[in-house]
């Protein structure tokens, strides 16, 4: 058996460059992209990924790996991969911005875990939202969902060097704004009522300045916040499921589905 160089180049080609872009959205994602999953087990699904996608691939441009058209496809490839991964990941930090917002209202800012998703303290408040969102996410199959709209991508972007567009990355800079008005909204109906609380104890203080607010009002406002938390879940999870499926709606906008 004999082949050429640009023939074994061409083989490689055709599994390095959809490695690239799965392997990225991989990097991006979240769940997948914590540190309690080992790099290896990514490697390990985006491999077997790229082999099953492999004869699905439409014509692959007649490009060199090693050339300078050909570091601008695998430069494309990144970028698409990782921004089907970051869209995904600005739901989770909206999340993770209501639940700061709400934990520093009832006063357990100071109470904080480590964040699988980023490796970072966040409040313990957070810490439970994120958890409710990632059991949504796989609750509504959102990794098989993101998984399949990557693969039709390389019908709707083949692989070449056009990748994500200017416009559509203004796109992703707009939405990614809305994020903090959306952690906002989350937190709100909590966030007025600890303050309405705090608003009736200020008064109290007044009327009496002899009572000890901070044995008194501690306790109350940990208690309040936490029975707000609980009657404001179903909301908060109908919020959190609306976000991810507005989400998958602007991935499928800029991969052009």
């Known amino acids: 058996m004999h082949f050429t160089e640009a023939q074994v180049f061409g083989q490689v080609a055709s599994f390095i460059w959809p490695l690239l872009r799965i392997t990225a959205m991989f990097i991006a994602v979240p769940v997948f992209s914590i540190r309690a999953v080992p790099a290896r087990v990514r490697l390990i699904l985006a491999v077997a990924i790229t082999f099953v996608v492999m004869p699905l691939l439409p014509a692959l441009p007649a490009v060199e790996m090693f050339s300078y058209e050909g570091g601008m496809v695998a430069i494309a490839q ?9 869209i995904v990941q600005l739901v989770f930090s909206s999340v993770i911005f209501a639940g700061q917002g709400i934990a520093l209202s009832m006063g357990l800012g100071f109470a904080s875990l480590i964040d699988p998703q980023n490796g970072q303290q966040v409040p313990v408040v957070a810490q439970f939202y994120v958890i409710i969102s990632t059991l949504i996410f796989f609750n509504l199959d959102g990794h098989l969902l993101l998984i399949k709209m990557l693969l039709d991508s390389f019908t709707t972007l083949p692989i070449g060097v056009e990748g994500v567009a200017k416009a559509d990355i203004w796109v992703i800079i707009g939405w990614s704004s809305r ?26 203080t007044r009327a009496a300045p002899q009572l000890n607010i901070f044995s008194v009002g501690f306790p109350v406002t940990l208690m309040l916040g936490i ?27 800029l991969l052009k589905l």
């Open 78 to 86: 990144v970028m698409i991969g990782l921004v089907s991964g970051f």
């Open 179 to 204: 994020m903090f008005a959306v952690g906002l909204l989350l937190a709100m109906p909590v966030i007025v009522s600890l303050l309405l609380v705090n608003v009736s104890f200020g008064v109290a």
């Open 227 to 253: 029975l707000l938390m609980w009657l404001t879940l179903p909301e908060v999870s109908e919020q959190i499921a609306g976000l991810l499926t507005n989400a998958y709606e602007l991935l499928g906008q």
